[in-house]
């Protein structure tokens, strides 16, 4: 009931910012559709920090990078992990996010369920 509630002010603070700034409600979707896109930047960002620790921990990472000057270690890195950061969206829904919004311990375990999703998917597609 708590996150109900949370997540009705949260809304209703988005779509009033919209008004306010604006002076109509034709730009709510907006402000709406930019704090999406802000978290969901912000979320990204988590999943590719999480992504490249995960990364090192990998026993085919670091015989695969003993080959690769540090360059081309950190494109690979790049290549691997922002294709795991693409993928993230797809993986979660709208309530995910929310829940993301208001609680620090729910984020931190689904950055790292997405991450564990995709990480050997990405890594596959990297090395082939």
């Known amino acids: 009931m708590k996150?109900?509630?949370?997540?009705?002010?949260?809304?209703?603070?988005?779509a009033l910012t919209g008004c306010s700034t604006t002076g109509t409600?034709?730009?709510?979707?907006?402000?709406?559709?930019?704090?999406?896109?802000?978290?969901?930047?912000?979320?990204?960002?988590?999943?590719?920090?999480?992504?490249?620790?995960?990364?090192?921990?990998?026993?085919?990472?670091?015989?695969a990078r003993v080959a690769m000057n540090s360059e081309q270690e950190e494109?690979?890195?790049t290549k691997i992990c922002g294709c795991v950061s693409e993928q993230a969206p797809q993986q979660i829904t709208?309530?995910?996010?929310?829940?993301?919004?208001?609680?620090?311990?729910y984020r931190a375990q689904l950055v790292t369920k997405v991450v564990a999703k995709s990480l050997q998917t990405c890594y596959a597609s990297f090395t082939k």
């Open 94 to 105: 709208v309530v995910d996010m929310t829940n993301a919004a208001i609680d620090p311990q």
């Open 75 to 77: 494109t690979a890195k």
């Open 3 to 14: 996150k109900i509630l949370a997540v009705s002010a949260l809304m209703t603070s988005f």
């Open 25 to 63: 409600t034709a730009n709510t979707g907006n402000a709406v559709g930019t704090a999406t896109n802000v978290g969901m930047n912000i979320f990204k960002t988590a999943v590719d920090t999480q992504c490249r620790n995960e990364l090192e921990k990998q026993n085919a990472w670091r015989i």
